[in-house]
């Protein structure tokens, strides 16, 4: 591959298209494919060329392709130009039958999202350009290869409607580099949920899309978030690490707050390189001084992973828990007072009786305390039964 | 509303993308000219014209280029060059066509049948974008230092004026011409520190306007129409300190005004989480962010305490959301004392709720909570209901607002910088 001269290149693609090699036509036009590295397809002005041995659309597209020179000299902005040709010429042959479209038109729009997102850093720190420009446009080119797709009547074997968990995925690799595009993702999602392949696409593809749609779920405070991360942390194969601790970080803080008995092991934290979480596991117990640390530590991971405050929420199950072992004393109306004074020992600062009997409330709303406060006895009274009831019973 | 929104939108994505989709248009347009001459059959292998290709290959990548040449151009955004408040044409037509404001008339003239039009006093107004109208003539657009000089003059001498009555017609009139400001800024791209300047004065007023004419009828103030222009501001005013170069004197002041505005919200609180720790470091973010995450804990005791830190333009900012935390607290304490027993005290729960006793009183009784004849509160869970669409009027509770502006001025709350106002209100 790395020594072929241009026309025997040429040569191939075209066989592929007879052929109607999907795969290996859409090889022949990645950028992962080594052909990329040979010299003699970096060529200026391909166009004759290809215009010789291929019909169009190809012709255009591969003279495009082979514009390859500019990522030779990592010039991603020229690159990505060429690249929206090769795009923008796929969807024209994308409107009528050609199976060989969807493995090509994966390859194509993968290297369009990574071109972006190569020309976004590079026009970045030249300090040029508007930030989020470039993805924009890709997203764009994306969401019409994904409209065409959708909205493809073919038969089953032949439908375009294959390609969409895939273009869906890689519009939410764009979306979620910025918080405000993420309602973008909810007609991406709504399409996917009323097709039919819906649980036929690949499960590589399932565990990315069951990923993204996770994410959104705990992003939207959607308690599906559990089972859609669960999924994908279970399908996910045993051997990619990097992709199951990035999976680990959002579902652990979901099922910290859903499951109490469901915290994780050392070991699992060990493993997948998540010791970030080992003080906030144990502090939850009831340690709300620890959390706080906790959480004031590793502040910087948990903001730029987004679970800060999904990590917060975890102070109510804290002072749930906490308060949960003053009543070990086996009497069922407590002062007040020994809550404050539990607080104190925590060092919450500046809290008081008013406080305490706020916070003591909202657990009564919220359910994780059965009983009632009397103000006038300036204590808590609490159920004989089952005053804490579990947390996984409690919504 | 929302319409002429999008109207103004589409305006801009036409300006800034229309080359771009016409370049894609036109590519695809090719390629189907050429599928359409293939045979009918179905394959593609047809007689074509080669160098109808070859040229039309050439011209696209010409295209390209020329495109990349046309958007350096247009870089270079629309010249302006109204050195007004408004330009003459305009003056000139609406004076003439009697639709001059009246805070825009020399004075003495407002009776005559055709007041006179002042030219220190006009301001051009905002226009639907429509088919045909050109608003990109220079004569029409005002440059940056004249629309700072605008906003100026609003803020100072029509918003912060003592004499003119009724503020709501102050609003209306300030809103529209803010707006049209906001129009020309689109227009001309303006980004940087005079965006930043106009911005930060527009969302000051926003703000103050969202307390001030709280309560009033839908038809003279709507409040959803002022956050939705309120939101859009913020969120352009932030993306100028994201992608500017800075210093930005200012930007704690309205970071702070932002979140509290957005109390609660996720995106919101996201936001300022990913501040530079400096920035989130600084009094006014510290505090916005502890009440945020009371309010997030539903502690709302710990929450109205800390509101009591808060200056008078923050407070008017997190205003709207006093209602869901006085509501949230009865409902808590509805369960949390709910007993055949219960007796608490009304001095107390005033307290808590930073109201007087008699307003909370009524506030209970609003949300179905029964005060017996001591002044004692009987909470309960059964009783405890939604009041009744326009039976609570946020307005009678808004003293914990209006304490805070004893002595201010609006002019002194809209116009000037936040250490200054913090030391007027000590």
């Avoid at chain 2, 226009?127 to 440059?143: E, M, N, Q």
């Avoid at chain 2, 038809?219 to 100028?240: A, G, K, S």
């Avoid at chain 2, 009183?361 to 004692?376: D, P």
Wanted: with cysteine; charged share 20%; aromatic share 10%.
């Amino acid at each position: 591959m790395a020594h072929i001269t241009i026309n025997q290149y040429l040569q191939q693609i075209n066989q592929a298209i007879e052929n109607h090699e999907g795969s290996f036509c859409a090889e022949l036009l990645s950028f992962k494919h080594p052909h990329v590295a040979n010299p003699r397809l970096q060529l200026a002005s391909p166009e004759e060329k290809c215009q010789q041995i291929l019909e169009p659309p190809y012709d255009e597209m591969v003279a495009a392709h082979l514009c390859t020179y500019a990522v030779a000299n990592h010039d991603f902005v020229e690159a990505y130009k060429f690249q929206t040709l090769v795009v923008s010429f796929l969807r024209a042959f994308q409107s009528h039958k050609e199976e060989n479209a969807l493995p090509v038109m994966s390859a194509v729009t993968l290297d369009l999202r990574i071109f972006a997102n190569n020309a976004e850093q590079q026009l970045q720190k030249k300090g040029k350009g508007q930030p989020g420009e470039m993805l924009e446009k890709a997203a764009e080119q994306l969401m019409s290869c994904f409209r065409v797709c959708a909205s493809d009547r073919a038969g089953i074997d032949d439908s375009k409607k294959w390609g969409m968990m895939f273009l869906s995925n890689q519009l939410f690799k764009i979306y979620f580099k910025q918080i405000n595009k993420l309602h973008l993702c909810k007609p991406l999602i709504r399409a996917i949920d009323s097709s039919n392949l819906k649980n036929e696409y690949s499960p590589a593809q399932k565990v990315t899309y069951k990923y993204y749609v996770g994410r959104k779920a705990m992003f939207d405070s959607d308690f599906k978030t559990e089972e859609l991360l669960s999924f994908a942390f279970d399908r996910c194969h045993r051997s990619s690490q990097k992709n199951k601790r990035m999976i680990l970080i959002y579902l652990l803080p979901v099922k910290m707050l859903l499951f109490q008995g469901h915290m994780p092991t050392h070991q699992l934290l060990r493993k997948y390189d998540l010791i970030q979480f080992a003080d906030v596991t144990k502090a939850v117990e009831g340690n709300l001084l620890l959390l706080n640390e906790a959480l004031s530590k590793h502040e910087t991971f948990f903001i730029r992973c987004g679970i800060f405050l999904i990590l917060e929420k975890l102070k109510i199950i804290t002072y749930r828990n906490l308060f949960k072992k003053y009543l070990l004393l086996k009497t069922h109306q407590l002062p007040l007072d020994a809550f404050l004074v539990a607080l104190r020992m925590m060092q919450v600062e500046d809290v008081d009786i008013d406080e305490v009997q706020c916070l003591l409330a909202n657990l009564i709303y919220m359910g994780h305390i059965k009983g009632y406060i009397s103000h006038q006895h300036q204590k808590l009274v609490v159920s004989k039964q089952n005053p804490f009831p579990p947390l996984s019973s409690v919504s | 509303m929302l319409f002429e929104q999008q109207s103004e939108y589409f305006f801009v994505c036409i300006l800034n993308k229309g080359n771009y989709f016409n370049h894609l248009l036109n590519l695809f347009l090719n390629s189907t000219q050429l599928q359409s001459s293939r045979a009918p059959s179905g394959g593609w292998r047809s007689p074509r014209n080669k160098q109808q290709c070859q040229n039309q290959s050439k011209t696209q990548k010409n295209e390209v280029e020329a495109e990349d040449q046309e958007k350096e151009i247009k870089e270079m955004a629309p010249r302006a060059s109204c050195q007004t408040m408004c330009p003459a044409q305009e003056l000139w037509n609406r004076e003439s066509q009697n639709r001059l404001h009246c805070f825009e008339v020399v004075p003495g003239t407002e009776s005559f049948r055709k007041p006179k039009g002042d030219p220190l006093r006009a301001v051009k107004e905002y226009s639907r974008p429509a088919a045909g109208k050109d608003v990109t003539k220079p004569s029409y657009l005002r440059p940056p230092d004249v629309l700072l000089k605008t906003v100026c003059y609003l803020i100072d001498e029509i918003a912060g004026s003592t004499s003119l009555h009724p503020w709501t017609e102050v609003y209306s009139f300030v809103f529209d011409r803010l707006r049209s400001v906001k129009q020309d800024m689109i227009i001309q791209r303006l980004s940087g520190k005079d965006c930043v300047a106009i911005l930060e004065l527009t969302v000051r007023f926003h703000i103050y306007a969202s307390y001030r004419l709280c309560g009033e009828p839908l038809r003279i103030f709507d409040p959803r129409i002022n956050d939705t222009h309120l939101q859009e501001y913020l969120n352009w005013l932030f993306d100028c300190y994201k992608t500017g170069t800075g210093p930005y004197p200012n930007q704690e002041e309205f970071q702070t005004l932002g979140l509290l505005y957005n109390l609660g919200s996720s995106p919101a609180t996201q936001d300022v989480l990913e501040l530079p720790e400096r920035l989130r470091q600084t009094p006014s973010l510290k505090l916005a962010l502890a009440i945020n995450q009371a309010f997030l804990e539903g502690n709302h005791v710990h929450l109205l305490r800390l509101v009591q830190k808060l200056d008078f333009l923050q407070t008017c900012a997190l205003h709207r959301h006093l209602v869901t935390c006085r509501r949230h607290l009865l409902l808590i304490y509805s369960h949390g004392y709910h007993s055949r027993n219960c007796r608490f005290p009304l001095d107390r729960l005033a307290q808590l709720l930073s109201l007087e006793p008699s307003l909370t009183a009524e506030l209970c009784q609003v949300y179905g909570i029964e005060v017996n004849q001591h002044n004692q509160v009987l909470f309960s869970k059964s009783a405890f209901t939604e009041p009744e669409q326009g039976e609570l009027d946020c307005k009678l509770y808004h003293s914990i607002v209006s304490e805070k502006q004893r002595g201010l001025t609006s002019h002194a709350v809209l116009a000037e910088r936040s250490e200054q106002r913090t030391q007027k209100s000590e």
